[in-house]
Nanobody, 115 residues
Framework: QLQLVESGGGLVQAGGSLRLSCAAS????????MAWYRQAPGKQRELVAS???????NYADSVKGRFTISRDNAKNTVYLQMSSLKPEDTADYYC?????????WGQGTQVTVSS
């Protein structure tokens, strides 16, 4: 069982930065594909960024060039560095871990970007 705990959300002004962290409590973290999703009020959850065990990354077009996903396998942690934040980035951000058919979610952390 993979337990994921996010942290680092909060209130930030437009143009600012935040770094989200997601700590995983399982051995074998390094073989999971890790991702960040977000869900804004009234909208569907969407993929923000993902990283495979080999380090390949994928980003939503809306965050390319502003967000960076990274992972530290020694610390069982995945990060999302968010820069040049916009009000439209306001959402609950969820950490996701996937290994084959097994999918795990964190409880989410709220990010609010004020204009």
């Amino acid at each position: 069982q993979l337990q994921l705990v996010e942290s680092g959300g909060g209130l930030v002004q437009a143009g600012g930065s935040l770094r989200l962290s997601c700590a995983a409590s399982i051995s074998g973290f390094s073989i999971f594909t890790m991702a960040w999703y977000r869900q804004a009020p009234g909208k569907q959850r969407e993929l923000v960024a993902s990283m495979t065990p080999g380090g390949d990354t994928n980003y939503a077009d809306s965050v390319k060039g502003r967000f960076t996903i990274s992972r530290d396998n020694a610390k069982n942690t995945v990060y999302l560095q968010m820069s040049s934040l916009k009000p439209e980035d306001t959402a609950d951000y969820y950490c996701n871990g996937r290994l084959g058919p097994r999918v795990y979610w964190g409880q989410g952390t709220q990010v609010t970007v004020s204009s």
